[in-house]
């Protein structure tokens, strides 16, 4: 539609040319930026506004770190490098996990809290059935928000009983399990999870995990999230630890029966312990069957049936509240990214996103305002924490599928794009600001690319 332009003309539409198609005729918004763009562009060109950004070669040292011996050396545009070779002992193994920290980007600058830990540095707990490790802000102090577990089952065994403080969000990594779970009118709960798939329970909502072997005759793994940075797994409300710490005579008065009845419940919590493989789901729910029926809200949501939306260069799924009614407190974004592909330049405006990287290698530089940014890699098992606001990318720095979740401490899902934003402002806005052609910034995509 073409619009009459009653806006105050600016220096862009002060040739005779462009101030004639204005004042005599009425002409479309395409066409102002067009002559705009005739106009702006050289005269921006021509007159910066401060000292231009470096070209440095700022690419990541990944692969050459596998290849080479690392080193502290970075190259300048100019100038040679910057740095040198290390001379004294080198872990190895370790600066090649880590290239952008032995050899940061020139963008780098500033003080940046670290921002990545791997399920490979904490501590495991060993159990006759599995295992389980965690990150907390004990291991991670920028992230205050949330904590996380992986925990591994053999077949049949149980992630006992249990409930605790903070709201669990779960996604299947391997294998399968059996969920339970009860609600505070009676209602119950159970269901079988997959690979791809998810479980939520609020906080205070008993439960337990099981294995099962008809996907992989070895069990289950998964990562569980925790919407409170401080939380431990070690700190959960556990029914044998409850039970082996109530008197007996309490116990045989509110189950009514004799004392005996408790001789041999454990000592000590069990927490995983190995059992038989659980019969079919539809005799589990007829056995547990309620005189109050099941939750109105499902704690499970199968996210791997829901296919992923296609994009430029990779694909997304997203589930938050508005599509798992009970998860009120995390939202979740399941991100995959092609080879050569990046997650573009975006923030999120007040929560903060735990990630954890599920297949490949992987890029991000935090932007903490204020001249600081920090640049990290990881690899499948890290974990990455971005707090509110930060700008950030996630890059494919590796030849295959990067997978990862985003995971964030509320009920819905935002992000904000810097290309829409920039697409969405008046062209000649942006390009005072960056001294971009105005064609360019004109042809910026005004709909939110996600993966490029």
């Given at each position: ?207 337990s995990i099981q294995a099962l072997n008809d996907t992989n005759p070895e069990g289950c793994e998964f990562l569980l999230v925790f919407d409170n ?224």
């Amino acid at each position: 539609m073409r619009i009459l332009l009653s806006v105050v003309l600016t220096a862009a539409f002060t040739t005779p040319r462009s101030l004639a198609a204005v004042m005599e005729k009425r002409i479309t918004y395409a066409e102002a930026s067009a002559i705009a763009a005739s106009n702006i562009a050289p005269a921006l060109a021509a007159t910066p506004t401060g000292a231009y950004a470096s070209d440095d070669p700022n690419d990541s040292y990944y692969d050459l770190f596998q290849e080479e011996t690392p080193e502290a050396v970075r190259t300048r545009v100019g100038l040679g490098p910057l740095g040198a070779d290390i001379l004294g002992p080198q872990n190895i193994p370790m600066e090649e996990q880590y290239p952008d920290l032995l050899a940061p980007p020139s963008t780098d600058a500033g003080t940046v809290l670290n921002s990545k830990w791997s399920f490979s540095q904490s501590h495991n707990r060993l159990q006759s059935g599995g295992w389980a490790r965690q990150q907390t802000e004990t291991d991670m102090p920028i992230a205050t928000t949330m904590a996380g577990v992986n925990m591994r089952l053999t077949a049949g065994s149980i992630r006992e009983m249990h409930w605790h403080t903070a709201a669990e969000w779960s996604y299947m990594l391997a294998g399968s399990a059996r969920i339970t779970a009860i609600n505070a009118d009676g209602r119950n709960y159970i269901q079988d999870i997959y690979p791809g798939d998810l479980w939520y329970f609020p906080a205070g909502i008993p439960h337990s995990i099981q294995a099962l072997n008809d996907t992989n005759p070895e069990g289950c793994e998964f990562l569980l999230v925790f919407d409170n940075g401080a939380f431990s797994e070690d700190s959960t409300f556990m029914l044998s630890d409850w039970l082996a710490h109530t008197p007996k005579e309490v116990l045989a008065k509110n189950f009514h029966t004799d004392i005996s009845m408790f001789n041999h419940i454990p000592e000590n919590a069990l927490y995983i312990f190995p059992a038989p493989v659980p019969p079919s789901i539809e005799v589990d729910c007829e056995l547990a069957d309620g005189p109050t029926g099941t939750t109105p809200s499902p704690y499970a949501f199968h996210l791997s049936q829901i296919p992923g939306t296609p994009l430029e260069g990779g694909s997304v799924k997203v589930v938050d509240s508005r599509t798992f009614t009970v998860s009120t407190t995390i939202s979740a974004a399941e991100v995959t990214v092609n080879a050569g592909g990046l997650r573009e330049l975006h923030w999120h405006p007040t929560q903060p996103e735990w990630t954890f990287f599920i297949e490949g290698e992987a890029r991000i530089t935090s932007f903490a305002s204020s001249a600081s940014a920090r640049t990290f890699t990881y690899q499948a098992g890290d974990i990455a924490y971005i707090p509110p606001s930060y700008g950030h990318y996630v890059e494919n720095i590796g030849n295959s599928t990067l997978k990862f979740l985003e995971i964030f401490n509320s009920p819905y899902y935002q992000d904000i794009s810097l290309t829409q934003w920039l697409a969405l402002t008046p062209p000649e806005m942006v390009s005072a600001h960056l001294q971009l052609p105005i064609d360019f910034v004109m042809s910026l995509n005004k709909t939110k690319a996600v993966v490029v």
